[in-house]
Protein backbone atom coordinates (compact mmCIF):
# COMPACT_ATOMS: atom_id res chain seq x y z
CA UNK A 1 0.00 0.00 0.00
CA UNK A 2 1.33 3.31 -0.82
CA UNK A 3 0.58 6.29 1.47
CA UNK A 4 0.59 10.55 0.49
CA UNK A 5 1.53 13.42 2.60
CA UNK A 6 -1.71 12.94 5.42
CA UNK A 7 -3.51 15.97 3.74
CA UNK A 8 -4.17 13.89 0.58
CA UNK A 9 -4.26 10.51 1.60
CA UNK A 10 -7.59 9.15 0.32
CA UNK A 11 -9.02 12.26 -0.97
CA UNK A 12 -12.70 11.83 -2.44
CA UNK A 13 -12.57 9.05 -5.89
CA UNK A 14 -15.44 11.51 -7.24
CA UNK A 15 -13.55 15.16 -6.72
CA UNK A 16 -10.18 14.69 -5.71
CA UNK A 17 -11.21 16.53 -2.50
CA UNK A 18 -9.99 15.89 0.96
CA UNK A 19 -7.95 13.24 2.52
CA UNK A 20 -8.20 11.29 5.61
CA UNK A 21 -7.37 13.35 9.11
CA UNK A 22 -3.57 12.55 9.77
CA UNK A 23 -4.57 10.54 13.74
CA UNK A 24 -7.20 8.31 11.51
CA UNK A 25 -4.21 8.33 8.89
CA UNK A 26 -2.03 7.29 11.70
CA UNK A 27 -4.11 4.12 12.71
CA UNK A 28 -4.36 2.89 8.70
CA UNK A 29 -0.35 2.93 8.51
CA UNK A 30 -0.13 0.85 11.48
CA UNK A 31 -3.00 -1.48 10.31
CA UNK A 32 -1.17 -1.61 7.53
CA UNK A 33 1.83 -3.00 9.27
CA UNK A 34 -0.06 -4.98 11.77
CA UNK A 35 -1.30 -7.00 9.00
CA UNK A 36 0.72 -6.55 6.35
CA UNK A 37 -0.93 -4.81 4.37
CA UNK A 38 -4.39 -3.68 4.16
CA UNK A 39 -6.81 -2.09 1.30
CA UNK A 40 -8.80 1.01 2.08
CA UNK A 41 -11.96 1.11 0.15
CA UNK A 42 -12.70 4.05 1.35
CA UNK A 43 -11.34 7.26 3.16
CA UNK A 44 -12.97 10.77 2.74
CA UNK A 45 -15.93 11.56 0.82
CA UNK A 46 -17.81 14.74 -0.29
CA UNK A 47 -21.46 15.08 0.52
CA UNK A 48 -21.84 14.02 -3.05
CA UNK A 49 -19.97 11.01 -3.55
CA UNK A 50 -21.51 10.04 0.18
CA UNK A 51 -25.12 10.73 -0.63
CA UNK A 52 -24.56 8.36 -4.00
CA UNK A 53 -23.04 5.12 -1.97
CA UNK A 54 -26.06 5.41 0.52
CA UNK A 55 -23.71 7.08 3.70
CA UNK A 56 -25.23 8.31 6.77
CA UNK A 57 -25.67 11.94 6.65
CA UNK A 58 -23.52 12.16 9.61
CA UNK A 59 -20.80 9.52 8.28
CA UNK A 60 -17.25 10.24 9.86
CA UNK A 61 -16.03 9.80 6.01
CA UNK A 62 -17.12 13.44 5.42
CA UNK A 63 -14.57 14.72 8.15
CA UNK A 64 -11.87 12.49 6.62
CA UNK A 65 -12.47 10.20 9.85
CA UNK A 66 -13.30 7.28 8.71
CA UNK A 67 -11.90 4.38 6.74
CA UNK A 68 -13.21 1.12 5.42
CA UNK A 69 -10.70 -1.61 4.95
CA UNK A 70 -11.30 -4.86 2.75
CA UNK A 71 -12.06 -8.05 4.17
CA UNK A 72 -12.68 -10.89 2.20
CA UNK A 73 -12.51 -13.98 4.41
CA UNK A 74 -13.35 -14.38 8.30
CA UNK A 75 -9.72 -15.04 9.73
CA UNK A 76 -8.71 -11.29 8.08
CA UNK A 77 -12.24 -10.08 9.34
CA UNK A 78 -10.82 -11.94 13.02
CA UNK A 79 -7.21 -10.38 12.60
CA UNK A 80 -8.13 -6.67 11.99
CA UNK A 81 -10.63 -6.68 14.39
CA UNK A 82 -8.51 -8.33 16.53
CA UNK A 83 -5.70 -5.30 15.46
CA UNK A 84 -8.29 -2.61 15.64
CA UNK A 85 -8.81 -3.56 19.66
CA UNK A 86 -5.23 -3.64 19.80
CA UNK A 87 -4.99 -0.21 18.90
CA UNK A 88 -8.09 0.82 20.66
CA UNK A 89 -10.27 1.95 18.06
CA UNK A 90 -13.55 2.04 19.67
CA UNK A 91 -15.76 2.47 16.49
CA UNK A 92 -16.00 -0.13 14.04
CA UNK A 93 -18.64 -1.10 11.72
CA UNK A 94 -18.34 -4.59 10.02
CA UNK A 95 -20.14 -5.24 6.90
CA UNK A 96 -19.92 -7.55 4.19
CA UNK A 97 -16.38 -7.77 2.81
CA UNK A 98 -15.21 -4.99 4.60
CA UNK A 99 -14.71 -3.50 8.14
CA UNK A 100 -15.31 0.22 9.07
CA UNK A 101 -13.42 2.25 11.70
CA UNK A 102 -13.56 5.68 12.79
CA UNK A 103 -12.21 8.51 15.19
CA UNK A 104 -15.33 10.68 15.77
CA UNK A 105 -15.05 10.91 19.57
CA UNK A 106 -18.54 13.42 18.57
CA UNK A 107 -20.23 9.84 18.08
CA UNK A 108 -20.62 7.14 20.55
CA UNK A 109 -17.72 5.71 21.96
CA UNK A 110 -17.28 1.86 22.26
CA UNK A 111 -19.69 0.33 19.88
CA UNK A 112 -19.52 -2.21 17.30
CA UNK A 113 -22.37 -2.26 14.97
CA UNK A 114 -23.21 -4.19 11.11
CA UNK A 115 -24.30 -3.32 7.56
Known amino acids: MTIKS????????????GGVEPATLAIVQRLDQLMQGIMVTSGFRCPRHNEQVGGSRTS????GLAVDVRCRTPEERWKLLTNLFFL?????????????????NTK???VIWTY
Do not use: M
Open 60 to 63: GHLK
Open 88 to 104: AVSRIGVGNGFIHFDTD
Open 6 to 17: STTAYPCPCCGE
Open 108 to 110: PQN
